[in-house]
């Protein structure tokens, strides 16, 4: 079985920063793409950022772009996701999930195998 487990969430006054983490854990496996999604109270789970290994080809939610900053290490199955400028509307639970599919580009939801539990983050105005 395979364990996604992220942190480096918390409280951040709008301006500030937060980098969160995600590594994997248990089962051994090959990710191709790994990302960042995130879900607000009464809205649906949008994709914030994703990487494919291959080419190190990276996605951003236009919302993000120029503020967030995907990357990680494909050997080990992690991802972080540096968090720059942030607003009152970037708060949100976000998750990390990792992708097992060769073909994978890491833009939709149903291309990832794996998820894990997520992590607030609140930014205060």
Same mark, same amino acid.
């Given at each position: /079985?395979?364990?996604?487990? @992220? ?10 920063? &937060? ?5 994997? !854990? ?17 809205? @649906?789970? @949008? &994709? =914030?950022?994703?990487? +494919?290994?291959?080419? +190190? ?6 919302? =993000? ?13 992690? =991802?972080?996701? /540096? ?9 949100? =639970?976000?998750?990390?999930?990792? !992708?097992? +599919?060769?073909?994978? /580009?890491?833009?939709?939801?149903? @291309? ?7 992590? /607030? ?5």
């Amino acid at each position: /079985q395979v364990q996604l487990v @992220e942190s480096g969430g918390g409280l951040v006054q709008a301006g500030g920063s &937060l980098r969160l983490s995600c590594a994997a !854990s248990g089962r051994t496996f090959n990710s191709y793409a790994m990302g960042w999604f995130r879900q607000a109270p009464g809205k @649906e789970r @949008e &994709l =914030v950022a994703a990487i +494919r290994w291959s080419g +190190r080809s990276t996605y951003y939610a236009d919302s =993000v772009k120029g503020r967030f900053t995907i990357s990680g290490d494909s050997a080990k199955n992690t =991802v972080y996701l /540096q968090t720059n400028s942030l607003k009152p509307d970037d708060t949100a =639970v976000y998750y990390c999930a990792a !992708s097992s +599919r060769l073909w994978s /580009q890491g833009r939709y939801a149903y @291309e990832y195998d794996y998820w894990g539990q997520g992590t /607030q983050v609140t930014v205060s105005s």
